[in-house]
């Protein structure tokens, strides 16, 4: 290969690189402090200007251990008229941790979002959630929630590393997503449990999930399988507000 090949290619890369260190998010981190199995942020002003957005916000309250409930919603309510973030953090047996938009951190170690949870919140129009489970059964925790997944998914969602969960709307129409990003930390295993969701299994319900293009490869490199789920916003705030 020639001199002007090589330096050609090797400019390529720097490139790529920096494309790459471009369009890559930063990590956020978080004015809570860990430890916590479960934490992230919302934005309770976008939510309100949403169809099911303030449904979804109550349904995080009643999440929200019995301990921190009333402090964490008086938080809410005041970041929505201050258009602030609120930051929190759940863990077993803990007050819940709020704090209302941003502030200066303390010298003891916060909790961090990572950069592909950053980004799985900006792939969603008007998101107002963002949230990670560290381990992903976190996510398993409530009984009613391991009903509505059913053993498949649940085994899922078991045996990954971490989850997180970002909730949002769209407008045209107007349509509540949630993603969620298993992160297995192994491509052989993400991509295992991406063809289990997507096909039949023996004595299994089948889920419905259908896999897109490139789907395998890509949980194969990155070690992670991504859920859309999308539903009518009037559906969602009727059904949530039972």
């Given amino acids: 290969m020639s001199r002007r090949a090589l330096i050609w290619l090797a400019g390529c ?13 930063s990590p956020v981190k978080l004015a809570v402090t860990g430890p916590a199995e479960a934490f992230g942020f919302v934005e309770p002003a976008v939510a309100a200007r949403t169809g099911a957005g303030g449904t979804l916000m109550e349904a995080l309250v009643r999440f929200t251990p ?25 863990a077993p047996g803990r007050k ?18 990572p950069s592909e949870a950053v980004l799985q919140g900006r792939n ?14 976190g996510l398993l925790e409530a009984p009613a929630r ?10 899922a969602v078991r045996e990954a590393r971490t989850a997180t969960v970002a909730l949002g709307e769209t407008s045209t129409p107007a ?29 299994e319900t089948p889920l419905g999930f259908t896999a897109a293009p490139g789907a395998a490869a890509t949980s194969r490199v990155s070690g992670l399988v991504v ?4 539903a009518d916003a009037r559906f969602v705030k009727a059904a949530l507000g039972r």
């Fill in 13 to 25: 890369a720097v490139l790529t690189a920096v494309a790459w260190a471009w369009l890559r998010p």
């Fill in 66 to 90: 019995e301990n921190g409930r009333k402090e964490f919603q008086t938080r809410l309510a005041a970041a929505e008229r201050a258009a602030e973030r609120v930051d929190f953090a759940f």
């Fill in 96 to 113: 819940s941790a709020a704090s209302g938009g941003p502030r200066e951190l303390t010298e003891q170690a916060s909790l961090t979002l």
């Fill in 124 to 137: 969603i129009e008007d998101c107002f959630l963002l949230m990670r489970f560290e381990p992903a059964s």
């Fill in 146 to 155: 391991r009903r509505w997944m059913g053993s498949l998914l649940a085994e």
């Fill in 175 to 203: 349509r509540t997503v949630a993603t969620v990003a298993l992160d297995y930390g192994d491509g052989a295993k993400a991509e295992h449990f991406l063809r289990r969701l997507t096909s039949e299994q023996p004595g």
């Fill in 227 to 230: 859920i859309r789920l999308e």
